[in-house]
T-cell receptor
Framework: EAGVTQFPSHSVIEKGQTVTLRCDPISGHDNLYWYRRVMGKEIKFLLHFVKESKQDESGMPNNRFLAERTGGTYSTLKVQPAELEDSGVYFC???????????FGPGTRLTVT | AQSVAQPEDQVNVAEGNPLTVKCTYSVSGNPYLFWYVQYPNRGLQFLLKYITGDNLVKGSYGFEAEFNKSQTSFHLKKPSALVSDSALYFCAVSSREGYQKVTFGTGTKLQVIP
């Protein structure tokens, strides 16, 4: 079974530019999560999809962040315009509704210069 | 609000010695507790979880964790450390009322010295 995949693995952009991160969950997993880890700090929850619907987006930092999950399969997280404090590692995770375990992707390291 | 504390940024242990990585939590009601490990340039990998039942939970790679409700702790342990255990370990919690949202600690770097 393929795991959660994320693209790109690393992105370096300038302040003010736009970046789109992609997450492909494990096939059949209805639940999809985005998390972020800023250097040296905890991994923070951003939002949670159940299929294509946003179940909880309480962790989204501000309106520069937009997440979508059209069709309930892969998800994108767009940052527009990017700021320096957006730098960090963005993790995606997916989960079967009947399970407690979230499976994480390798993360996308975003560097805003 | 739920939270997790990992009081040690780094733990050093000699190969073959027992290891402990500490974790305490705060959550409303009964918790779901997790340990994840991150190896260099890899994603987070699930190690073990406590949902209900026995307080001692066994997981992957010989790791185990003990749930202590009175101390609100969930320390990760292994009887004999391997150099290959060197990695970043994250403790996480979610409440049973909303177990979908997981809160992580800041992570503890484990260094096993040959």
């Amino acid at each position: 079974e393929a795991g959660v995949t994320q693209f790109p693995s690393h992105s370096v952009i300038e302040k003010g530019q736009t970046v789109t991160l992609r997450c492909d969950p494990i096939s059949g997993h209805d639940n999809l999560y985005w998390y972020r880890r800023v250097m040296g700090k905890e991994i923070k929850f951003l939002l949670h999809f159940v299929k294509e619907s946003k179940q909880d987006e309480s962790g989204m930092p501000n309106n520069r962040f937009l997440a979508e999950r059209t069709g309930g399969t892969y998800s994108t997280l767009k940052v527009q315009p990017a700021e320096l404090e957006d730098s960090g590692v963005y993790f995606c995770a997916s989960r079967l509704s009947v399970s407690y375990e979230q499976y994480f992707g390798p993360g996308t390291r975003l560097t805003v210069t | 609000a739920q939270s997790v504390a990992q009081p040690e940024d780094q733990v050093n242990v000699a190969e073959g010695n027992p290891l402990t990585v500490k974790c305490t939590y705060s959550v409303s009601g009964n918790p779901y507790l997790f340990w994840y490990v991150q190896y260099p340039n890899r994603g987070l990998q699930f190690l073990l979880k406590y949902i209900t039942g026995d307080n001692l939970v066994k997981g992957s790679y010989g790791f185990e964790a003990e749930f202590n409700k009175s101390q609100t702790s969930f320390h990760l342990k292994k009887p004999s450390a391997l150099v290959s255990d060197s990695a970043l370990y994250f403790c996480a919690v979610s409440s049973r009322e909303g177990y979908q949202k997981v809160t992580f600690g800041t992570g503890t770097k484990l260094q096993v010295i040959p």
